[in-house]
């Protein structure tokens, strides 16, 4: 019987617990309502949908299921006329809609109106983690957030911030640079400040003599390390990487193993899945095997 699937984000609904459920529960989050019968077919290919999406929500909205030839009086009140029917309910009040079958696209843009983005809770747990302090957490939440709401503006330009702070700069202008003409507002111009500014305090007389001391000698391992120590320390960690790779390439033991741990340290500290690990990892795979 399709009034079957109940869990804590899905109820079925009878006189005894209306009240609490529909107008109470209301108050504190949107309550979808699907009204059925076990002779409506349409019924039994929307049901398994506002299933679905009930539990992808896990717990944003309640998926209340009313059947309607039950509970007629609770049909009658709330004006439905025919099955199957749904309706959003909010601070106790019904805010909108709709009657027979709809495709999932449909059903998912109604919702989307009163429910919070999937993502929302991701940018929420990445402020805490920068509010921490803790960027590589920040970033891969993030991350996650700016892929799955499809690249939407506040969260590149959270994604972007993030970057800045972590003094992950190159990819914070590779973002900033896949911004649409038309979104490039005061926050945005904001960005680009803040990335200016960084690049220019990120050259330290110490970097900057290393670099020198390089160009003239670009044989000099010890210094091509010395210059990734710095650069690592400094949060320029493609710049760090690069440099170690380079080093790997001449001499995969140098410094006693110093310049391959020095790597991987690195490599782990930007956390799992991040795109930079994942590249360098690959680099260095392919010297070691």
């Given at each position: 019987?399709?009034?079957e ?13 209306a ?11 949107p ?33 209340a299921?009313?059947n309607?030839?039950?509970q ?9 006329r ?18 027979g ?39 891969t ?13 506040g ?34 111009e ?17 970097i ?16 091509r390390?010395?210059l ?12 760090a ?22 790597l ?26």
């Amino acid at each position: 019987m399709q009034g079957e699937n109940v869990t804590e984000h899905i109820v079925n609904i009878d006189e005894t617990n209306a009240s609490a459920l529909l107008i109470e529960e209301s108050h504190k989050r949107p309550v979808v309502v699907d009204f059925w019968a076990d002779w409506c077919e349409p019924c039994k290919v929307l049901m398994p949908l506002l299933e679905k999406i009930a539990n992808e929500y896990a717990g944003a909205f309640l998926l209340a299921k009313v059947n309607a030839d039950e509970q007629q009086g609770i049909a009658q009140q709330l004006g439905v006329r025919s099955l199957p029917t749904v309706m959003v309910i909010q601070g106790g009040q019904p805010v909108d809609g709709f009657a027979g079958a709809q495709t999932e696209t449909f059903v998912r843009d109604m919702l989307a109106k009163y429910l919070p983005k999937p993502w929302d809770a991701l940018v929420q747990q990445a402020e805490a983690a920068m509010a921490e302090g803790d960027y590589t957490e920040a970033l891969t939440l993030l991350r996650q957030a700016w892929n799955d709401s499809n690249q939407e503006h506040g969260i590149t330009m959270a994604y972007a911030h993030a970057l800045i702070e972590a003094m992950r700069l190159d990819e914070a202008e590779t973002v900033l640079d896949g911004v649409r003409m038309a979104d490039k507002d005061a926050a945005y111009e904001q960005l680009r400040a803040q990335l200016e500014i960084k690049r220019e305090a990120s050259k330290s007389p110490e970097i900057e003599a290393l670099e020198k001391k390089l160009a003239e000698n670009p044989d000099d391992l010890d210094v091509r390390y010395q210059l990734g120590v710095q650069y690592t320390d400094n949060g320029q960690f493609r710049e760090a990487m690069e440099h170690l790779v380079e080093i790997l390439r001449k001499d995969l033991d140098h410094g006693e193993g110093a310049a391959k741990r020095m790597l991987l340290d690195t490599i782990s500290s930007l956390g799992k899945g991040d795109p930079l690990a994942v590249e360098y990892q690959r680099k260095l795979y392919s010297l070691l095997y």
